[in-house]
C-alpha cells in the first residue's frame, strides 16, 4: 500500500521520498524536538518538557508563558527542561536560546493532545471519507489541530522523528487529516471546549509487532541480530525468485521510451506475456516482494451503436498508481491505492469490434496490482455491462525491491523506534488506536493477538510513564461475503475477541463497528461514526463522564425449552433495525445453524427448530456479520460475542 495516501510518478520515487530511515538528529547549531513548532498543542494540567540539541556545552535559555528554565547541553548535544504544568489556553510564545542561536515557536496552544496510531483504516484521510468533503469546506476551527508523523523506521530507538508538522483544521488542512482522528477530535472539542491536538502516527498495512518495543516483545540483542540475518536472507531469495521469474530485475521501465508508452500499442505482440488474474495482487500470483511498475492488458468487443455513444471503463481499486489506455489514447490516469478507477472513455477513442485495454500500475510498498470485487471490474455500455473480471497479460517494466522486500512495517519494533519512541516524551491525554487487519490472517495469528495487543497497551504506558493513560480502539468491522451457514470459524472474529481481551487492562475502551464496514472493501469510507463513537468512549474513560458510550454487551444466557435467552448489559432501549439476525445456536454436536430471535425487554431470545436442546449461542460472530441489527436506546450496535470456545 501506498505511503501516507501520497503517489508519486514513479514506485521509486514513493519508496525513495517516503519510506525514510534513520538520520542525525541534528541539522543545526540549535535545534528543537521535531513536535515544537509553530502551532503546536501542549498537555494541559501536565507538565511541559521541552527538549532539543545544541553544541555541547552550551548554555540554553528556554522561555515559555512568562516563566523560564536553564539547561546547558551534554557531550551528545542534548538538553532539555521542564516547566510547571499549564491551564488550556493560549496562543503562547516558545523561545529557546543557545550560543548566540535563536530559535521562536509562535502560536503555542494548550489542550488536550491525542495520540492516533493504528494502519490504514487511522490513516485514511478526510478527503477520502464519506462526508468528506462537506467537512473540509465546514472545517474552520484554528484550535482543533494535527501532527502527521512520516512513515519511518529505525533498528533502534531514535532521538527525534525524522519530519513532521502542526497543521490546522481548516479547508487548505483539513484534507489531509486522518478522517477518524478529525471526527473524534472535533466531538471532544465540542464537549471539552478546549483545543485539541491529534498527533497521528500510523502506517498502512502496519502489523502489531512493528509498533511495540523490542524488551515489550521479549526479543534479545541476539534474537534481534538472527532475525535481522533471517529477513536479509529472505530478501536475498525473494530478489533470486523473482529474477528466475521476470528474467531480469529491470530498474528502467521497458514499456516506457522516454514519454512514450510501447506497451500500450494495442498491435503489440503479446506471446511473452504471463497470464494473470484480476483481480487480484500481483503477490498473490507469484509475484511476492516485487514493487515497481508492471503492465495489464486485455480487450472487450463493442458493438458500432456502442462504440459510437462511448462507454465508462471501471477498474475497482489498484495499488498504488495507474496509467490507463484505450486502443493506445490515454483513458485516465489515478494516484492514490484507495481511489475507484472510474474513467469515462469517448467515441472517438473506440471501434466497433475489437478495443485494447491497457493498464500500466506502479507499486511504492506493499500489495501491488488491481484488487477489489470482481462485479468493479466491467465495461459500461449504451447496451449495458461486459465484465472485465477475469485472466489478463501481465509483464513487470520495472522492479524496485527497495525496503519493501525487508517488509518495513512488519518487521518488529521498527516503526516504534522511529514513529514511537521520540515522542514518548511529550505528554498526552491518551491513545486511539484502529489496527488488527494484518493480525487477523489465520485463527492462529488472530488468537495470538490478544496478549500482543495487551503488551502494546501495558508497553505503550510504561513509555510515557503513565499507568493510567487512557487507551481506546476500533474493533475491526465488518468485511467479506455473507456465510450461508454460521462459520466454525473466522479470523477477524477472533480477533476481534482478542481486541474485546484488552477491556480487562484499566482505563480502557472500545468502539464496535459491525454496522459501518463494507463487506468488499477493506477500507470503509464511513469514518463518522467511528470518530464519533471513540469520543463517546473517551468521554467516558478520559473524561469522567456518565454518557452512553456502549452498544449492548453480552452478560449471561439461559437455555430452557429449547430456547436461548440471553442478557444484556448497556441495553436500556434495546431495539433491531430492521431484520434482527446474526444469531447463531448449536447443540452438543456443534453443528451451527442460524437462528431466529425476538427482543423482550432487555433480553433477546434465540431458537430454530433444527437445535431442540441448544448448548451455545453466538451473535454477529463471523468476518462480515449480516443483520446485525441489535442496538441500544443510544444508537450503538450490539457487540459481537460466543458463548462457546469450540
Given at each position: 500500500?501506498?505511503?501516507r495516501?501520497?503517489?508519486?510518478s514513479?514506485?521509486?520515487l514513493?519508496?525513495?521520498?517516503?519510506?525514510?530511515?534513520?538520520?542525525?538528529?541534528?541539522?543545526?547549531?540549535?535545534?528543537?524536538?521535531?513536535?515544537?513548532?509553530?502551532g503546536?498543542?501542549?498537555q494541559?494540567?501536565?507538565?511541559?518538557?521541552?527538549?532539543?540539541?545544541?553544541?555541547?556545552?552550551?548554555?540554553?535559555?528556554v522561555?515559555l508563558?512568562?516563566?523560564?528554565?536553564?539547561?546547558?547541553?551534554?557531550?551528545?548535544?542534548?538538553?532539555?527542561?521542564?516547566?510547571p504544568?499549564?491551564?488550556?489556553?493560549?496562543?503562547?510564545?516558545l523561545?529557546?536560546?543557545?550560543?548566540?542561536a535563536?530559535?521562536d515557536?509562535?502560536?503555542?496552544?494548550?489542550?488536550?493532545?491525542?495520540?492516533?496510531s493504528g494502519?490504514s483504516?487511522?490513516?485514511?484521510?478526510?478527503?477520502?471519507?464519506?462526508?468528506?468533503?462537506?467537512?473540509?469546506?465546514?472545517?474552520?476551527?484554528?484550535?482543533?489541530?494535527?501532527?502527521?508523523?512520516p512513515?519511518?523506521?529505525?533498528?533502534d530507538?531514535a532521538?527525534?522523528l525524522?519530519?513532521?508538522?502542526?497543521?490546522?483544521?481548516?479547508?487548505?488542512?483539513?484534507?489531509?487529516?486522518?478522517?477518524?482522528?478529525?471526527?473524534?477530535?472535533?466531538?471532544?472539542?465540542?464537549?471539552?471546549?478546549?483545543?485539541?491536538?491529534?498527533?497521528?502516527?500510523?502506517?498502512?498495512?502496519?502489523?502489531?509487532e512493528t509498533?511495540?518495543?523490542?524488551?515489550?516483545?521479549?526479543?534479545?540483542?541476539?534474537a534481534w541480530a538472527?532475525?535481522?540475518?533471517?529477513?536479509?536472507?529472505?530478501?536475498?531469495?525473494?530478489?533470486?525468485?523473482?529474477?528466475?521469474?521476470?528474467?531480469?530485475l529491470?530498474?528502467a521501465?521497458?514499456?516506457?521510451?522516454?514519454?512514450?508508452a510501447?506497451?500500450?500499442?494495442?498491435?503489440?505482440?503479446?506471446?511473452?506475456?504471463?497470464?494473470?488474474?484480476?483481480?487480484?495482487?500481483w503477490?498473490?500470483?507469484?509475484?511476492?516482494?516485487?514493487?515497481?511498475?508492471?503492465?495489464?492488458?486485455?480487450?472487450?468487443?463493442?458493438?458500432?451503436?456502442?462504440?459510437?455513444?462511448?462507454?465508462?471503463?471501471?477498474?475497482?481499486?489498484?495499488?498504488?498508481?495507474?496509467?490507463?489506455?484505450v486502443?493506445?489514447?490515454?483513458?485516465?490516469?489515478?494516484?492514490?491505492?484507495?481511489?475507484?478507477r472510474?474513467?469515462?472513455?469517448?467515441?472517438?477513442?473506440?471501434?466497433?469490434?475489437?478495443?485494447?485495454?491497457?493498464?500500466?500500475?506502479?507499486?511504492?510498498a506493499?500489495?501491488?496490482?488491481?484488487?477489489?470485487?470482481?462485479?468493479?471490474?466491467?465495461?459500461?455500455?449504451?447496451?449495458g455491462?461486459?465484465?472485465?473480471?477475469?485472466?489478463?497479460?501481465?509483464?513487470?517494466?520495472?522492479v524496485?525491491?527497495?525496503?519493501?522486500?525487508q517488509?518495513?512495517?512488519?518487521?518488529?519494533?521498527?516503526?516504534?523506534?522511529r514513529?514511537?519512541?521520540?515522542?514518548?516524551?511529550?505528554?498526552?491525554?491518551?491513545?486511539?488506536w484502529?489496527?488488527?487487519?494484518?493480525?487477523?490472517?489465520?485463527?492462529?495469528?488472530?488468537a495470538?493477538?490478544?496478549?500482543?495487543?495487551?503488551g502494546?497497551?501495558?508497553?505503550?504506558?510504561?513509555?510515557?510513564?503513565?499507568?493510567?493513560?487512557?487507551?481506546?480502539?476500533?474493533?475491526?468491522?465488518?468485511?467479506?461475503?455473507?456465510?450461508?451457514?454460521?462459520?466454525?470459524?473466522?479470523?477477524?472474529?477472533?480477533?476481534?475477541?482478542s481486541?474485546?481481551?484488552?477491556?480487562?487492562?484499566?482505563?480502557?475502551?472500545?468502539v464496535?463497528?459491525?454496522?459501518?464496514?463494507?463487506?468488499?472493501?477493506?477500507?470503509?469510507?464511513?469514518?463518522?461514526?467511528?470518530?464519533?463513537?471513540?469520543?463517546?468512549?473517551?468521554?467516558?474513560?478520559?473524561?469522567?463522564?456518565?454518557?452512553?458510550?456502549?452498544?449492548?454487551?453480552?452478560?449471561?444466557?439461559?437455555?430452557?425449552?429449547?430456547r436461548?435467552?440471553?442478557?444484556?448489559?448497556?441495553?436500556?432501549?434495546?431495539?433491531?433495525?430492521?431484520?434482527?439476525?446474526?444469531?447463531?445456536?448449536?447443540?452438543?454436536?456443534?453443528?451451527?445453524?442460524?437462528?431466529?430471535?425476538?427482543?423482550?425487554?432487555?433480553?433477546?431470545?434465540?431458537?430454530?427448530p433444527?437445535v431442540?436442546?441448544?448448548?451455545?449461542?453466538?451473535?454477529?460472530?463471523?468476518?462480515?456479520?449480516?443483520?446485525?441489527?441489535?442496538?441500544?436506546?443510544?444508537g450503538?450496535?450490539?457487540?459481537?460475542?460466543?458463548?462457546?470456545?469450540?
Amino acid at each position: 500500500m501506498a505511503p501516507r495516501f501520497v503517489s508519486a510518478s514513479s514506485a521509486a520515487l514513493v519508496a525513495a521520498l517516503l519510506v525514510t530511515g534513520p538520520t542525525s538528529a541534528q541539522t543545526g547549531p540549535l535545534r528543537l524536538g521535531r513536535l515544537f513548532q509553530d502551532g503546536m498543542v501542549l498537555q494541559r494540567g501536565a507538565r511541559v518538557p521541552v527538549w532539543g540539541w545544541a553544541a555541547p556545552g552550551a548554555s540554553v535559555t528556554v522561555s515559555l508563558g512568562g516563566r523560564t528554565a536553564r539547561a546547558v547541553a551534554g557531550a551528545d548535544s542534548a538538553w532539555s527542561v521542564d516547566f510547571p504544568a499549564l491551564p488550556a489556553g493560549g496562543p503562547h510564545a516558545l523561545r529557546v536560546d543557545a550560543g548566540g542561536a535563536r530559535v521562536d515557536v509562535a502560536d503555542v496552544l494548550v489542550g488536550d493532545v491525542w495520540i492516533a496510531s493504528g494502519q490504514s483504516n487511522m490513516e485514511w484521510p478526510l478527503a477520502q471519507a464519506t462526508g468528506g468533503r462537506e467537512a473540509i469546506f465546514a472545517a474552520r476551527d484554528p484550535q482543533l489541530r494535527e501532527f502527521a508523523v512520516p512513515h519511518s523506521w529505525a533498528d533502534d530507538p531514535a532521538k527525534d522523528l525524522q519530519g513532521g508538522r502542526w497543521a490546522s483544521a481548516d479547508p487548505a488542512h483539513a484534507g489531509a487529516f486522518s478522517a477518524v482522528g478529525y471526527w473524534f477530535a472535533r466531538d471532544l472539542r465540542a464537549s471539552t471546549g478546549v483545543p485539541v491536538g491529534i498527533i497521528h502516527t500510523s502506517w498502512g498495512g502496519a502489523n502489531v509487532e512493528t509498533w511495540m518495543s523490542r524488551p515489550a516483545l521479549g526479543i534479545s540483542d541476539s534474537a534481534w541480530a538472527a532475525m535481522m540475518q533471517a529477513d536479509r536472507d529472505r530478501v536475498a531469495a525473494l530478489r533470486e525468485s523473482l529474477r528466475a521469474r521476470i528474467g531480469g530485475l529491470p530498474s528502467a521501465d521497458a514499456g516506457m521510451e522516454g514519454v512514450r508508452a510501447v506497451w500500450a500499442d494495442p498491435a503489440l505482440d503479446e506471446s511473452g506475456w504471463t497470464d494473470l488474474p484480476v483481480p487480484g495482487y500481483w503477490e498473490q500470483n507469484g509475484y511476492e516482494g516485487l514493487d515497481g511498475a508492471a503492465w495489464y492488458r486485455t480487450a472487450f468487443t463493442l458493438t458500432e451503436d456502442e462504440a459510437r455513444q462511448g462507454v465508462r471503463i471501471s477498474l475497482g481499486t489498484i495499488d498504488d498508481d495507474d496509467v490507463t489506455w484505450v486502443n493506445g489514447i490515454e483513458a485516465g490516469r489515478t494516484s492514490g491505492y484507495s481511489l475507484p478507477r472510474l474513467y469515462t472513455v469517448p467515441a472517438s477513442a473506440l471501434r466497433a469490434g475489437h478495443n485494447v485495454l491497457v493498464v500500466r500500475v506502479g507499486d511504492g510498498a506493499g500489495n501491488g496490482g488491481p484488487y477489489g470485487a470482481a462485479d468493479r471490474f466491467y465495461v459500461e455500455t449504451s447496451a449495458g455491462r461486459k465484465s472485465l473480471a477475469g485472466t489478463w497479460k501481465f509483464r513487470v517494466g520495472a522492479v524496485n525491491l527497495g525496503t519493501d522486500g525487508q517488509r518495513i512495517n512488519k518487521v518488529p519494533s521498527y516503526l516504534y523506534n522511529r514513529m514511537i519512541h521520540p515522542i514518548v516524551r511529550y505528554p498526552v491525554k491518551g491513545v486511539i488506536w484502529y489496527q488488527g487487519e494484518s493480525n487477523a490472517n489465520n485463527d492462529q495469528q488472530a488468537a495470538a493477538y490478544a496478549p500482543l495487543f495487551s503488551g502494546l497497551i501495558r508497553d505503550w504506558r510504561r513509555a510515557w510513564n503513565d499507568a493510567d493513560l487512557p487507551f481506546l480502539w476500533v474493533q475491526l468491522p465488518n468485511f467479506g461475503a455473507a456465510d450461508s451457514v454460521p462459520p466454525r470459524t473466522a479470523g477477524w472474529a477472533i480477533l476481534r475477541e482478542s481486541q474485546s481481551a484488552a477491556l480487562a487492562l484499566p482505563n480502557t475502551g472500545q468502539v464496535i463497528a459491525i454496522d459501518v464496514g463494507d463487506a468488499a472493501d477493506l477500507h470503509p469510507r464511513d469514518k463518522q461514526p467511528v470518530g464519533q463513537r471513540l469520543a463517546l468512549v473517551a468521554r467516558r474513560v478520559a473524561y469522567g463522564e456518565r454518557v452512553a458510550d456502549r452498544g449492548p454487551t453480552y452478560r449471561r444466557h439461559s437455555v430452557g425449552d429449547g430456547r436461548v435467552t440471553v442478557e444484556f448489559d448497556h441495553a436500556d432501549g434495546l431495539t433491531a433495525r430492521g431484520t434482527l439476525g446474526a444469531f447463531a445456536i448449536a447443540g452438543a454436536d456443534r453443528r451451527w445453524v442460524w437462528a431466529q430471535a425476538r427482543i423482550e425487554g432487555n433480553r433477546v431470545v434465540v431458537w430454530s427448530p433444527e437445535v431442540p436442546e441448544p448448548v451455545a449461542v453466538r451473535y454477529a460472530w463471523s468476518n462480515g456479520p449480516v443483520n446485525a441489527t441489535l442496538y441500544n436506546g443510544a444508537g450503538l450496535p450490539a457487540a459481537p460475542f460466543r458463548t462457546d470456545e469450540w
